[in-house]
Structure formats: structure tokens, C-alpha cells
């Protein structure tokens, strides 16, 4: 029997054919990896959270519309942290490096953009981080679109900059140390932010009062920064002697996450580590509810206490949602060159 023998062209184009399928599938794999593997500073949860409880703060000429929203400000918390892979100049809006800067960085870093880009540049300001100065940014875009009576400005800004003032009030944003990589503590970021407060949060006392406008928001970003950096070294001190005193098994166990098993800090770790700490997790995340809030009321304060009941039935528009949807399905459909389904 004669052997079956492909001819040159022919195997050219099926090394091609595989060659492409290979790269498709494998630029899906990243893209997927990416998402599920970024860890929302916070944890998804404790954005979610942290912008729901905001909402309850505010005054009732705020609540009106913004209770209506809820949901949307908590789910579209996390929107910061899933365009951090795909938006060029959203990473470093999530954090700092102060140590880059020296012992005296509180110091030394001008309180404005304007001026922090005189003197250090802005390529160097955004490479270690931008965050207290795009909260003010942020701030300012909300006042304008109060003032515009913009409804779905005012709620993707209110959502997003929930997120940030968040992230800053997580010590190790405040660090090049972030994840404890230099100091032989990978993981460290996630078990702060997302393990203990997914355990611990349900008992903490949230109930803050009303609002407050805030006279200096640059000044009070700052502070909150100032604070985060303070903490940072017990974070990190405090996990490095609790794991001299346990063993590999005994630190790790094993969860099923979203029907995936999955090694995380066991229990008991966790809640000796959490004790250390002393309340600190509750401490940020209580501040961080309170500043977010403020800073919304703030907002519409300087915009002049536009009439927001006016706005409950303008959100955003289902159109506008569905042809997000549609512009993320074209990029995979663009990336993998797939054929979209019949309607039918």
C-alpha cells in the first residue's frame, strides 16, 4: 500500500492552519488567566461592599438616587481592576510607592499634580504610582458632572472613585513591596485584602454616621495615604514571625473556590494573624467607607446640591450597556477571528 504522504504545499498550510489555532488559543488562555487571576485590591468583595455601605451615609436629597443605584455603584466597584489589563495608564492609579521616594516621601511629594509633575517628571510620578493625585482628579470630574446633571458620569465616576479611594487606604499600595516579593512573602497582598476581610468582615461595625464634607480633599487623601503607609510594616512584620511558628501544612489548606480547589491561608492562620493585627483591616476598611461617602457628598456639595431626584430615571440606558457587551464580545471575535451566532 502506497504511504500517504503530504505534499510541501500542502503541509505549509496545515503547519499554518495549527500555527494559528495555537496562537489563538493561547492569547485566550493569557486573556483569561489575566482576568481571573488579577486580585482586585480589596478583593472584589470588599469594593463591592465598601461602595454599598457608602450609599447609606449619604443625606436623604443624596439617597434618593443614589439608593436606586446601589447595586450598580456595588457591582461597578470593581471595574478599576478589570481594565487594569487592558487600559493603557489604569495600573498606576491604584497605588504609590513612597519608599521609592525616600524616608522623608510625605514630605517631598507635592500635594498637587501640577507641581509633582514640575519636579519629578510624569513618566517617573506615573511608574510608581499616581493614586492620591487621580483621586483628586476624580473628584473634580464628579463635581462637573453633578453640575452637568450627566446621570451616568455621575454613577461610573462615583463607582470607580470609590475604588480608588479604597485602594488607598490598603498599606501595601503604599510599598514596592506589594506583594511581599522582596522579602519572601508572595501572597501577602491577597491574604490582606481579599482572605481576611471575606472571613472577618461580617462582624465588623460599619455603622459610621452621616456624611461630612470635606473642606481640603487633597489634604485628607494624603492623610489616608500617610495612614496606610504606617501600617504597612506591621502587615508585613506581623505575617513573617506568625509563619516562623507554623508549618507549611498548617499555614495552607485547601478551599473550593468557584468548584476549583484552591490553596489558600487556612483558617486557623488567618484568625491568629487577623488577631495580631488588632482591628487594623476593620480600621481601613471603616475609613475607607467613611472618605468614599464624604467625598461623593463633597462632590455634590461644590457642584451646588443639584436636584438628583430629577436623575432616578435617567441611569444608564440599556442601549448603552448593550453595545458595551457587544464591543467586548467583537474583541474576542476580532481576536480569535470567530464567527458570530445566527440570531435564529
Known sequence: MASFVLSPRKKAEKNRFFFKNALNFSLLTLFLLLLSGAKGHWGFWAHKRINRLAVFRLPAEMQVFYKKYTDYLSENAVNPDKRRYAVAGEAERHFIDLDVYGDSALTVLPKYWPAAVQKFGEDSLRKHGIV?????????QLTTAFREKNTSRILRISADLGHYIADAHVPLHTTRNYNGQLTAQEGIHGFWESRLPELFAEDYDMWLGPVVYRKDVARDIWKAIEASHAAMDSVLLFEKQLTAAFKTDKKYSFEL???????????EFSEKYHRMLAGQVARRMRASVQMVGDIWYTCWIDAGQPDLGQLVDSGPALSEQNAEAAERQNWLQRLLNVRPESDD
Not at 132 to 140: C, E, N, T
Not at 257 to 267: D, E, G, I, K
Request: glycine content about 0%; cysteine-free; hydrophobic content about 40%.
Open 132 to 140: 492620591p493625585w487621580h483621586i483628586q482628579m476624580a473628584a473634580s
Open 257 to 267: 473556590r468557584n468548584n476549583v480547589l484552591t490553596r489558600m491561608h487556612s483558617r
